[in-house]
Nanobody, 117 residues
Framework: QVQLVESGGGLVQAGGSLRLSCETS????????LGWYRQTPGQQRESVAI???????NYADSVKGRFIVSRDNTKNTVYLQMNSLKPEDTAVYYC???????????WGQGTQVTVSS
């Protein structure tokens, strides 16, 4: 059973920073990708930042230059460093993991990030 547990969300003023963490556990066979999505009410979940098993990263255009995704394999943890936060970054952020030949996806429970203007 794969589990993803997020932490680090909260309330921050515009221009501030937050770091999200996601600890993974369980039997993960052939990891493909780790990363973060976000969702606001009434909107589809969107990809924010992904780090592939080989280390390549992909970012949404809206966060390029401000967010950094990284992972610590020794701690089975993926991070999202969010800098220069804007009110439009307000959302529930979900940790994401894809594994196996079928790219089976797993999700964390979500953590709220609120950026005040």
């Amino acid at each position: 059973q794969v589990q993803l547990v997020e932490s680090g969300g909260g309330l921050v003023q515009a221009g501030g920073s937050l770091r999200l963490s996601c600890e993974t556990s369980g039997s993960i066979f052939k990891l493909k990708a780790l990363g973060w999505y976000r969702q606001t009410p009434g909107q589809q979940r969107e990809s924010v930042a992904i780090i592939m098993s080989g280390g390549d990263t992909n970012y949404a255009d809206s966060v390029k230059g401000r967010f950094i995704v990284s992972r610590d394999n020794t701690k089975n943890t993926v991070y999202l460093q969010m800098n220069s936060l804007k009110p439009e970054d307000t959302a529930v952020y979900y940790c994401y993991l894809a594994a196996g030949t079928a790219w089976t996806t797993y999700w964390g429970q979500g953590t709220q990030v609120t950026v005040s203007s």
